[in-house]
């Protein structure tokens, strides 16, 4: 939603400054920007689910510890 709306923002500053708001289609740098940002992010949310996925397993493995834990003190 930030990145949205700092878009928008962008291409309101872009027009009122007498700008395009939007590149020419033919624009090859930018397009490879685009193609390059996007992989990245792709990688980076790779990378976040990866480590959430370790996260819940050390947390399933605490869980786990500390009920049998309570089961044996609740003898």
């Not at 309101?12 to 289609?25: D, F, K, L, N, W």
Request: glycine share 4%.
């Amino acid at each position: 939603m930030v990145a949205r709306t700092r878009k928008i923002n962008s291409a309101a500053h872009s027009t009122h400054a007498g700008e395009p708001s939007v590149r020419a289609p033919d624009d090859r740098a930018s397009a490879s920007t685009s193609r390059h940002y996007a992989e990245s992010a792709s990688s980076s949310r790779g990378t976040r689910v990866s480590e959430l996925l370790g996260m819940l397993a050390n947390l399933t493995d605490l869980v786990t510890r500390l009920t049998a834990q309570q089961a044996i003190i609740l003898r």
